[in-house]
């Protein structure tokens, strides 16, 4: 059994800062991989930023520049430093993972999904 959770989320206004955090507990192996995924209002769930294993980092475009996602390996947990936010930045934020429970088990799943909001 994996739990993710998230924080971090909340109101900010344009231009301002927020910072996300995911921390994956439980039956954890390894983590291949962990990354932010949102979904605003009327819109299809779409990739923010992820993180490998071996330390490669994905932003979408759309972010790139603006927001840094990071990892604590110790912690088991990843970052989203989110700056120069833009009320389109708006939506719920999830946190996904590719974890190995063992040699041969493996869990993929999502974190509960927090708010960003931010107002104009």
């Known amino acids: 059994q994996v739990q993710l959770v998230e924080s971090g989320g909340g109101l900010v206004q344009a231009g301002g800062s927020l910072r996300l955090s995911c921390a994956a507990s439980?039956?954890?192996?390894?983590?291949?991989?962990m990354g932010w995924y949102r979904q605003a209002p009327g819109k299809q769930r779409e990739l923010v930023a992820v993180?490998?294993?071996?330390?490669?980092?994905n932003y979408a475009d759309s972010v790139k520049g603006r927001f840094t996602i990071s990892r604590d390996n110790a912690k088991n947990t990843i970052y989203l430093q989110m700056n120069s936010l833009k009320p389109e930045d708006t939506a719920v934020y999830c946190c996904?993972?590719?974890?190995?429970?063992?040699?041969?088990?493996?869990?993929?799943?999502w974190g509960q999904g927090t708010q960003v909001t931010v107002s104009s």
């Open positions: 996904n993972a590719d974890i190995r429970t063992s040699l041969v088990r493996r869990y993929t799943g």
């Open positions: 439980g039956s954890i192996f390894s983590i291949n991989a």
């Open positions: 993180i490998t294993s071996g330390g490669n980092i």
